[in-house]
Nanobody
Framework: QVQLVESGGGLVQAGGSLRLSCVAS????????MGWFKQAPGKEREFVAR????????YYGDSVQGRFTISRDNAKNTLYLQMNSLKPEDTAIYYC?????????????????WGQGTQVTVSS
């Protein structure tokens, strides 16, 4: 398995931006597709975005399409999530996850390794 550590969360006003990072160690990062998920209190973990092993394919959840951008740097073993035009409903703990599926997936059960999460809070 690959070990994942997220960072970059924090408190931001609505309309602001944050950039999350996820650093991987252990198994070869470039052999995994990667995803970002979020979980708000009392709610199920929800898909945000995924990226293929080489960064050539990305896919977003409807609620973040056009506002968030997922990217990766395989040379640095790092996954990113650029979040712009943030809204209060984006408030949640954000998790990165690694999948053995070639292009990743929007499904939680398709991911093998998870980070500990980073809190994002958007004030109105």
């Amino acid at each position: 398995q690959v070990q994942l550590v997220e960072s970059g969360g924090g408190l931001v006003q609505a309309g602001g931006s944050l950039r999350l990072s996820c650093v991987a160690s252990g198994r070869t990062f470039s052999s995994y597709a990667m995803g970002w998920f979020k979980q708000a209190p009392g709610k199920e973990r929800e898909f945000v975005a995924r990226i293929s092993w080489n960064g050539g394919s990305t896919y977003y959840g409807d609620s973040v399409q056009g506002r968030f951008t997922i990217s990766r740097d395989n040379a640095k073993n790092t996954l990113y999530l650029q979040m712009n035009s943030l809204k209060p409903e984006d408030t949640a703990i954000y998790y990165c996850a690694a999948s053995r599926r070639l292009f990743g997936s929007p499904q939680v059960f398709d991911y093998d390794s998870w980070g500990q999460g980073t809190q994002v809070t958007v004030s109105s």
